[in-house]
């Protein structure tokens, strides 16, 4: 099952542009996090926001969440070349005996130089 | 950048064929994951530890065999390869689990072909 769906799959703009991704899920969470993965490498955390929280930023990005609307976006202002990879949201969700993070199939972003 | 390490890093198989991804910490973390990285999937966890000989299935579990002997080893075993399970696959630590899981730890990925 997909918690979290990212929107949109694809995504090029020019350097200097900011970007924005969306996450959507289906059940309540407690947190939900950002990562991004370069091309060939492991996911690194960008991000986790609580679900009592709105906004939260860090550097160049910014983190909203409306729960009301099960819904997510990351922003990335100023974006640079190197900002080029994949990102995805994990949402986490209560199994059978468990919580487990579940994540989107990501946004690939190309930062054109 | 977070100690875990992965190996093979690459390998390919033949159909049939057992094979073992192994996953090492040294972050001392309790709980470990492997996950499988498919396009146009997002992560689906194949199994998770939460301590030394404690392990429990994922969602896609069927076809996987952990164990875990030590804190800082994690082995996946494919007992018999399929074309199916050709996918790269990712190891993760985490210091919290359940209702507070928080950051993950990713190793950089086993890449897997079974022919």
């Known amino acids: 099952s997909q918690q979290g769906e990212e929107d949109p799959q694809a995504l090029s703009i020019q350097e200097g542009e900011n970007a924005t991704m969306n996450c959507s899920y289906k059940t309540s969470i407690n947190n939900l996090q950002w990562y991004r993965q370069n091309s060939g490498r492991g996911l690194v955390h960008l991000i986790l926001i609580r679900s009592n929280e709105r906004e939260k930023h860090s550097g160049r990005l910014r983190v909203t969440l409306d729960t009301s609307k099960k819904s997510s976006s990351l922003l990335i202002t100023a974006s640079r070349a190197a900002d080029t990879a994949s990102y995805f949201c994990?949402?986490?969700?209560?199994?059978?005996?468990?919580?487990?993070?579940?994540w989107g199939a990501g946004t690939k972003l190309i930062i054109k130089p | 950048d977070a100690g875990i390490t992965q190996s093979p890093r690459h390998k390919v198989t033949e159909t049939g064929t057992p094979v073992t991804l192994r996953c090492h910490q040294t972050?001392?973390?309790?709980?470990m994951y492997w996950y499988r990285q498919d396009p146009g999937h997002g992560l689906r966890l194949i199994h998770y530890s939460y301590g030394v000989k404690d392990t429990d299935k994922g969602e896609v579990s069927d076809g996987y065999s952990v164990s875990r002997s030590k804190t800082e080893d994690f082995l996946l075993t494919l007992e018999s390869a399929t074309s199916s399970q050709t996918s790269v696959y990712f190891c993760?630590?985490?210091?919290?689990?359940?209702?507070?899981?928080?950051?993950?730890?990713f190793g950089e990925g086993s890449r897997l072909t079974v022919l």
């Open positions: 993760a630590i985490s210091l919290l689990a359940g209702e507070n899981t928080g950051e993950l730890f």
């Open positions: 994990a949402t986490d969700a209560k199994t059978q005996s468990n919580y487990q993070l579940i």
């Open positions: 972050e001392n973390h309790r709980y």
